[in-house]
Every structure is written in C-alpha cells, then in structure tokens.
C-alpha cells in the first residue's frame, strides 16, 4: 500500500481512537503510529503491508525507567530488550485478567490447533469500514488493555503481577515437564528479570523463593537462566 494511503487510514483510526486514549492520559503520533504515555505504549503501525492493505496488531509494551535502571547496570550475556513487558492484542492475553468475549470475535482467526494459536488481527483496505474495528479496539483496551497498563503502573504492582502467578502455581507444574515448558514459555525473559528486580526492591520477604521458582523452570533453559543468575549475583552484591 502507498504510504499516503497507510498514513489517510492511520489519521482515520487516530481520530476516532484519540478522545479514549486522550481521557487516560496518552497522546500520538503516527510514524511509528502509536499511543503512548510515561513508559505505556500501544503500538498500532501495520505489521504486515500488501498492495492494497495492510495488516494492524496492536501490541502492547511497558517500560519502568526504575527497574531498567537496575538492569542497565548489569553484564548480561545474553541481550536485552528495554522493556519491562510486552503483550500484544489477542484472546490469550485477554485471558490473563479472565476475560473470554475475545475467543469468538470475529477478528480472532483460530485455525486447527486452537485457540492457543489463534491470529488477532485487523485487516485494513482503503474502503474498509473502520468503526468495528475501533469499536473493538476499545472494547478490549477498556476490558484489557487499560488494566495491564494500570496493573503494571509501579514497582509494587509489577511485583505482584508476575511473582503472585508464580507463586500460586502448584508443585505439578515443576514436576511435570509439559507443565514446567508451558509456564515458561508464558513469561517473556525481560518480565522475568523484571519481576525478580522488582521484588528486590520491595524487599518482598519471598524473594528467595521468588528467585528458587524461576531457576526451577528454567533449569534446561541456558538463555533464560544465566541472565536469572548473573542478575541474582549483581542483586546480592548491591542490596538496597
């Protein structure tokens, strides 16, 4: 798609978005095409461009300037993202805060293997009709999207959002394999080491077994786990 045209249908959807995000204190710009706000970004710039389309899945991302702090000073072996969190818009992220309306929207393609796998994504034509698709938008920054933002608001919450899944997770999940895979693979390295910093500084009295339940599930896990214990080492040689 022409760049004119990607940018007529951006400037659409911005001025039909912008009094929602605006009420929550982000504003926008449209190279990249975003919504952002104090470390919040909602990423909206096509993903995928064809000749006469293109392919939007907005993504969300978290950046908490105290914890990036802590991280930038550690030497890491393997790479980082600045980021805190990332998740993008689908049914499985919507079912973190337990909301399902979004497995049946008509914008959640689920092939054969499941919802697990479904696609969530806005397909745009210059002709489209682009109130449904900001109709559900909003539906799912109202009902999600909003609510990670303000979950993730502060070193506290980011603490208690991961480290409270972590914790609640039954000794199944570290015996079993399948288990132990799946629930790592649902946390994004940088949330990982995210979490640990944060509870570091809450001084959460669970910390120590904050850090044993991480290692345990990355234990096959190199990537993961070199940075856990070259952060873990940093942590225990600056205490705050």
């Known amino acids: 798609m022409k760049k004119e045209a990607k940018l007529k249908i951006y400037s659409q959807i911005e001025s039909k978005l912008i009094i929602t995000y605006n009420q929550k204190g982000f504003r926008s710009k449209k190279i990249p095409f975003q919504f952002y706000r104090n470390g919040f970004t909602v990423l909206m710039g096509a993903s995928s461009e064809y000749d006469d389309s293109i392919t939007i899945r907005p993504s969300f991302s978290v950046k908490n300037e105290t914890i990036q702090e802590t991280l930038t000073q550690v ?3 393997n790479r980082l993202l600045q ?3 990332k998740r993008v818009q689908n049914s499985n992220f ?5 909301v399902t309306e979004f497995d ?7 092939g054969e293997e499941g919802l697990k796998y479904a696609s969530y994504y806005y397909s745009i034509e210059e002709n489209t009709n682009l109130t449904p698709i900001v109709e559900d938008h909003i539906n799912f920054m109202e009902k999600v999207g909003f609510r990670y933002f303000e ?8 603490n208690e959002y991961f480290n409270n899944r972590l914790l609640g997770l039954s000794d199944e999940f570290f015996e079993n394999p399948t ?13 990982v080491l995210s979490a640990i910093v944060a509870a570091h500084l809450e001084k959460d009295e669970r910390y120590k077994k904050i850090v044993e339940r ?5 234990s096959n896990n190199d ?11 940093y942590l225990n040689q600056n205490p705050t």
């Open 75 to 77: 030497n890491f072996p």
């Open 83 to 85: 980021l805190t969190s």
């Open 94 to 98: 919507a079912h973190e805060f337990g």
């Open 104 to 110: 049946n929207s008509s914008f959640n393609f689920v």
């Open 151 to 158: 979950a993730l608001s502060t070193i506290h919450g980011i």
């Open 179 to 191: 288990k132990k895979e799946e629930i790592g693979d649902s946390f994004q390295k940088e949330e």
């Open 214 to 218: 991480y290692k345990k599930i990355y």
């Open 223 to 233: 990537w993961y786990l070199e940075d856990i214990e070259t952060l873990v080492e």
